[in-house]
């Protein structure tokens, strides 16, 4: 049998670097593979969503709108502050879709902080509105 000639050119990848590059790809897909079979991914908390809008009518009343949102069902109450003090008449309250109630001030309000957080079955609470009117 005859000798072949192989051409030496340079561009070939060494067998040491083959072999680490094919180990590097091994334990990434076996880490990725892990990573699903155990659950690492799954323990994302489910966020409720719920939208409520505010609105400065006068200088004395702010109107808040409860737009719903996928949340709602488990919506247990909603509490708002403006400025930090509570707006009573949100005390716990439990809206209806669409449903609008309104805050009346003893003075006027001239830019204000208004927060609505809302608690849900599940005992979380988030907050929904954080916004300057």
Do not use: C
Not at 56 to 76: K, V, Y
Not at 78 to 103: M, R
């Amino acid at each position: 049998m005859g000798k072949k000639n192989l051409k030496k050119d340079g561009h070939t990848v060494s067998p040491v670097i083959s072999v680490l590059l094919m180990a590097a790809i091994t334990v990434t897909l076996a880490g990725i593979v892990g990573s699903m079979a155990y659950g690492m991914g799954g323990s994302i908390p489910q966020m409720n969503l719920v939208v409520v809008t505010a609105e400065q009518t006068n200088s004395t009343a702010i109107d808040f709108t409860f737009m719903g949102g996928p949340g709602t069902g488990s919506l247990r109450y909603l509490n708002a502050t403006i400025d930090g003090n509570p707006a009573d008449p949100l005390s716990d309250y439990q809206p209806d879709v669409g449903s609008v109630w309104t805050y009346v001030g003893s003075g006027s309000f001239p830019r204000n902080h208004v927060v609505v957080a809302a608690t849900f079955d599940d005992g979380s609470d988030q907050v929904v509105l954080d916004t300057y009117i």
